[in-house]
């Protein structure tokens, strides 16, 4: 069973994992961190969404509204409420699957905060537009959440500079991963010494015990990801058993993972600098693949793809199809999974029903219509078996 993704690990994440701590090695891997994406500080949490809670506070945001966008991570207005703040949903634009920055413009209003602006599946979002907000409205704060986009580029730009602070995910399924993990990147000094002494300050120390239990979690990914494996994993996930390990929402709670204000663990830093070292040749594939998947489904008139777009990261190819569900199953029989990484448009969940605003038509759309294409793997595999498979 060929997975709809998988970490790039190979045995110099091994040696990381088992070289000796070091004190230093979490400010390495921010170091690092902040210099891979051309910003002055880079600043480490247990998660993305405890890094985009901090950095909330950090920017003084409370009983404010801050803008996302519906057809995003469910973590991000997780973090939004717990934050003290009240997310405004946005819907998406029909030519990517990016938030539609006019209406996120039409939904300001003199108690808004912040933009939460996300480049999804690595689609850069629209700094032009960005700009132009930000310069009829200069005291609201722009955050760009690039967790599917560390360094994806509008027109030559790297997205994270553009706005006060960027944030990162890095569990498993990410562009790159520490395990689990989170980052914020900035050039802004006050800002950086602030989210430096809550790192220190209202965070608790990673215990031993977090660090054996990321160490164990790391080691159990090797064969995980191995195929015959996978196989057996991946049927359990289709009978439903896996859903305590897999799925990491629940349609009706804003909650936080148990462990979501104990520091990243020297592990995970470790790991991340591994990573860190191959993100280029990382993005260079995805981005390879993701192209070839344009040209071999151009034709196609029952899957919808975008135009293919320079500067963006592909973290994920994504495509619209009309019968999701009978594209998974043909795909299955042939070994392959593909997956939904979104099948939720968020104002439209038991949890979030409370701060909608009306319709979401477009997100609601993509919610049920998406469906994304395994890019991890080798061009050749991918040209052989995926787009010719269902045709
Ligand atoms: C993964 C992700 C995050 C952060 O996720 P964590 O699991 O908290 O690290 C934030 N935004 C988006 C769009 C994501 O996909």
Same mark, same amino acid.
């Given at each position: 069973?060929?997975?709809?993704?998988?970490?790039?690990?190979?045995?110099?994440?091994?040696?990381?994992?088992?070289?000796?701590?070091?004190?230093?090695?979490?400010?390495?891997?921010?170091?690092?961190?902040?210099?891979?994406?051309?910003?002055?500080?880079?600043?480490?949490?247990?998660?993305?969404?405890?890094?985009?809670?901090?950095?909330?506070?950090?920017?003084?945001?409370?009983?404010?509204?801050?803008?996302?966008?519906?057809?995003?991570?469910?973590?991000? %207005?997780?973090?939004?409420?717990?934050?003290?703040?009240?997310?405004?949903?946005? @819907?998406?634009?029909?030519?990517?699957?990016?938030? @539609?920055?006019?209406?996120?413009?039409?939904?300001?209003?003199?108690?808004?905060?912040?933009?939460?602006?996300?480049?999804?599946?690595?689609?850069?979002?629209?700094?032009?537009?960005?700009?132009?907000?930000?310069?009829?409205? %200069?005291?609201?704060?722009?955050?760009?959440?690039?967790?599917?986009?560390?360094?994806?580029?509008?027109?030559?730009?790297?997205?994270?500079?553009? $706005?006060?602070?960027?944030?990162?995910?890095?569990?498993?399924?990410?562009?790159?991963?520490?395990?689990?993990?989170?980052?914020?990147?900035?050039?802004?000094?006050?800002?950086?010494?602030?989210?430096?002494? &809550?790192?220190?300050?209202?965070?608790?120390?990673?215990?031993?015990?977090?660090?054996?239990?990321?160490?164990?979690?790391?080691?159990? !990914?090797?064969?995980?990801?191995?195929?015959?494996?996978?196989?057996?994993?991946?049927?359990?996930?289709?009978?439903?058993?896996?859903?305590? &390990?897999?799925?990491?929402? @629940?349609?009706?709670?804003?909650?936080?993972?148990?462990?979501?204000?104990?520091?990243?663990?020297?592990?995970?830093?470790?790991?991340?600098?591994? #990573? !860190?070292?191959?993100? *280029?040749?990382?993005?260079?594939?995805?981005?390879?693949?993701?192209?070839?998947?344009?040209?071999?489904?151009?034709?196609?008139? @029952?899957?919808?793809?975008?135009?293919?777009?320079?500067?963006?990261?592909?973290?994920?190819?994504?495509?619209?199809?009309? *019968?999701?569900?009978?594209?998974?199953?043909?795909?299955?029989?042939?070994?392959? #999974?593909?997956?939904?990484?979104?099948?939720?448009?968020?104002?439209?969940?038991?949890?979030?029903?409370?701060?909608?605003? $009306?319709?979401?038509?477009?997100?609601?759309?993509?919610?049920?219509?998406?469906?994304? &294409?395994?890019?991890?793997?080798?061009?050749?595999?991918?040209?052989?078996?995926?787009?010719?498979?269902?045709?």
């Amino acid at each position: 069973m060929i997975p709809r993704f998988k970490p790039y690990f190979s045995w110099k994440e091994l040696k990381a994992a088992f070289s000796i701590p070091k004190k230093d090695n979490v400010e390495r891997f921010e170091k690092a961190f902040a210099e891979e994406m051309g910003q002055r500080y880079a600043i480490a949490f247990p998660y993305g969404r405890t890094a985009l809670l901090f950095l909330l506070k950090a920017l003084d945001l409370k009983d404010k509204e801050v803008i996302c966008p519906a057809y995003t991570c469910v973590v991000v %207005p997780h973090a939004i409420v717990y934050s003290g703040n009240k997310p405004v949903f946005v @819907d998406s634009q029909e030519y990517d699957f990016n938030m @539609d920055l006019n209406l996120a413009e039409q939904a300001i209003t003199e108690n808004t905060g912040a933009i939460i602006a996300t480049s999804i599946f690595g689609y850069p979002v629209d700094l032009d537009k960005l700009d132009s907000i930000h310069k009829r409205f %200069p005291h609201i704060k722009i955050i760009q959440d690039c967790a599917h986009s560390f360094s994806a580029k509008w027109k030559g730009r790297p997205i994270q500079k553009e $706005g006060i602070a960027a944030i990162y995910g890095l569990n498993i399924s990410k562009l790159i991963t520490s395990i689990f993990g989170g980052m914020i990147t900035t050039d802004n000094e006050e800002l950086a010494s602030k989210l430096y002494s &809550f790192q220190q300050e209202k965070l608790k120390r990673a215990t031993l015990r977090k660090s054996f239990k990321r160490l164990v979690y790391l080691l159990a !990914l090797y064969p995980a990801f191995w195929e015959p494996i996978y196989g057996i994993i991946n049927r359990l996930e289709r009978l439903g058993l896996m859903d305590r &390990f897999t799925k990491y929402y @629940d349609e009706n709670a804003i909650e936080m993972p148990k462990d979501y204000l104990e520091n990243l663990t020297k592990i995970e830093a470790r790991i991340g600098l591994a #990573q !860190l070292k191959k993100y *280029d040749s990382i993005i260079d594939n995805k981005i390879k693949i993701s192209k070839r998947y344009t040209e071999m489904f151009a034709t196609r008139e @029952d899957i919808k793809i975008l135009p293919f777009k320079a500067g963006a990261t592909y973290s994920h190819f994504t495509a619209l199809v009309g *019968d999701r569900n009978a594209w998974l199953e043909d795909y299955y029989k042939k070994g392959i #999974q593909l997956g939904i990484l979104i099948e939720y448009s968020i104002p439209y969940m038991q949890a979030y029903v409370k701060f909608s605003r $009306g319709d979401y038509p477009v997100s609601k759309y993509f919610s049920e219509h998406t469906i994304n &294409f395994p890019n991890w793997l080798e061009i050749t595999f991918a040209e052989k078996n995926i787009g010719s498979a269902n045709g």
